[in-house]
């Protein structure tokens, strides 16, 4: 459990953290209390949309993020096929719209929102501020975690248990002076740039997991508190369309990573409960959460301002730049056209999303 334990132990920071400053988000209601559209403001109504939402949304979610994993069903969406770079493409298309197009202005909006006090919020970019600070630690915890697991490696303690070293069926062999791989049993210790490059994988879909499970949750916190019938709708489909190209880019990782069944099971898991998780946190608090009230302002905002840096910093230089940078791509113009017109249809279609959701 070795590297998905930080991930569980940050996951289970960020639901402490939110438990401690949520109370303080719901009891401020008196503020700011206005209503975009009264018509569609129906709870009765509101609610078995909320329930079909959290169906759909678990079920493409997992579909999503499951369908890389399949690779023997799929035999074309294995990592060294040319659709498997294209999708991922797409796939990173999307999260970068998401962070750029969904994320962030949210957080705009609520940190400039009329409800909070001029001064601090309106006289300093905060979203700006904590999306560059997002970033900056993500680069951090990103470096530092390939460097750990890559001592690790070097003193032959693999981050996986020897998951690093499986692969094939082969005899015991040797190749030149002092450099070889030990072949037997079922195992090939990778060993050089191969077993680098797992790691990245390892530290790329950890990270990427964490930033995906924060920004899902406060999406499905904001559907489930909402009682607006009009948005709703369009936000269901939205969502299912985002989860399931994002969860895709995702398993996309997972799948490189070569976890083994245990913890790919866990990190498809939080993927797809987290969104429907907080659906039915929003519902549970749908009486007592005021969206507009100053606390609830400030913090989901700036939940959402380091997700996006986080979000928009993966998409880029996890995702796309290691990809557009390496040998596969590198060694291909045509593949290299492909995929960048991958990138640009799933971030216009997340943009367009935004019209919605």
């Given at each position: 459990?070795?590297?998905?334990?930080?991930?569980?132990?940050?996951?289970?920071?960020?639901?402490?953290?939110?438990?401690?400053?949520?109370?303080?988000?719901?009891?401020?209601?008196?503020?700011?209390?206005?209503?975009?559209?009264?018509?569609?403001?129906?709870?009765?109504?509101?609610?078995?949309?909320?329930?079909?939402?959290?169906?759909?949304?678990?079920?493409?979610?997992?579909?999503?993020?499951?369908?890389?994993?399949?690779?023997?069903s799929f035999p074309a969406l294995q990592p060294d096929r040319n659709?498997?770079?294209?999708?991922?493409?797409?796939?990173?298309?999307?999260?970068?719209?998401?962070?750029?197009?969904?994320?962030?202005?949210?957080?705009?909006?609520?940190?400039?929102?009329?409800?909070?006090?001029?001064?601090?919020?309106?006289?300093?970019?905060?979203?700006?501020?904590?999306?560059?600070?997002?970033?900056?630690?993500?680069?951090?915890?990103?470096?530092?975690?390939?460097?750990?697991?890559?001592?690790?490696?070097?003193?032959?303690?693999?981050?996986?248990?020897?998951?690093?070293?499986?692969?094939?069926?082969?005899?015991?062999?040797?190749?030149?002076?002092?450099?070889?791989?030990?072949?037997?049993?079922?195992?090939?210790?990778?060993?050089?740039?191969?077993?680098?490059?797992?790691?990245?994988?390892?530290?790329?879909?950890?990270?990427?997991?964490?930033?995906?499970?924060?920004?899902?949750?406060?999406?499905?916190?904001?559907?489930?508190?909402?009682?607006?019938?009009?948005?709703?709708?369009?936000?269901?489909?939205?969502?299912?369309?985002?989860?399931?190209?994002?969860?895709?880019?995702?398993?996309g990782c997972i799948l490189q990573a070569e976890y083994k069944f245990?913890?790919?099971?866990?990190?498809?898991?939080?993927?797809?409960?987290?969104?429907?998780?907080?659906?039915?946190?929003?519902?549970?608090?749908?009486?007592?959460?005021?969206?507009?009230?100053?606390?609830?302002?400030?913090?989901?905002?700036?939940?959402?301002a380091s997700s996006a840096g986080l979000l928009i910093y993966m998409?880029?230089?996890?995702?796309?730049?290691?990809?557009?940078?390496?040998?596969?791509?590198?060694?291909?113009?045509?593949?290299?056209?492909?995929?960048?017109?991958?990138?640009?249809?799933?971030?216009?279609?997340?943009?367009?999303?935004?019209?919605?959701?």
């Amino acid at each position: 459990m070795a590297i998905t334990t930080p991930l569980l132990k940050l996951i289970t920071i960020f639901f402490i953290l939110f438990s401690l400053f949520a109370p303080q988000a719901y009891s401020e209601s008196d503020d700011c209390n206005s209503q975009s559209n009264d018509s569609c403001n129906d709870k009765e109504k509101a609610l078995p949309l909320k329930v079909i939402a959290i169906t759909t949304i678990l079920i493409t979610s997992m579909i999503g993020v499951c369908l890389p994993l399949f690779t023997k069903s799929f035999p074309a969406l294995q990592p060294d096929r040319n659709l498997f770079v294209v999708v991922k493409a797409f796939a990173a298309g999307i999260i970068l719209a998401t962070g750029f197009m969904h994320v962030l202005p949210d957080s705009f909006d609520m940190l400039w929102s009329d409800c909070l006090k001029e001064n601090p919020w309106h006289k300093f970019p905060f979203t700006g501020f904590v999306a560059m600070l997002s970033a900056i630690v993500t680069l951090m915890v990103d470096s530092l975690a390939t460097a750990m697991y890559g001592k690790k490696g070097k003193a032959g303690i693999t981050p996986d248990q020897g998951d690093v070293a499986v692969e094939g069926d082969q005899e015991m062999a040797v190749a030149g002076a002092g450099h070889f791989h030990a072949h037997h049993h079922g195992v090939i210790v990778k060993d050089g740039a191969q077993g680098a490059q797992l790691l990245r994988y390892r530290v790329v879909a950890m990270v990427l997991e964490l930033g995906i499970v924060v920004h899902s949750i406060v999406i499905g916190l904001s559907l489930g508190a909402s009682n607006n019938t009009c948005s709703i709708k369009g936000l269901i489909a939205a969502l299912c369309f985002h989860q399931m190209f994002e969860g895709m880019g995702l398993g996309g990782c997972i799948l490189q990573a070569e976890y083994k069944f245990l913890k790919k099971a866990i990190m498809v898991f939080f993927f797809s409960v987290t969104t429907p998780f907080g659906i039915a946190l929003g519902i549970a608090l749908s009486s007592t959460y005021k969206e507009n009230s100053p606390s609830a302002l400030i913090t989901v905002g700036l939940l959402n301002a380091s997700s996006a840096g986080l979000l928009i910093y993966m998409a880029l230089v996890d995702l796309l730049a290691a990809d557009f940078m390496g040998p596969k791509l590198q060694g291909s113009i045509k593949l290299q056209v492909k995929s960048y017109v991958a990138v640009l249809l799933g971030a216009g279609g997340m943009s367009l999303m935004a019209k919605w959701a």
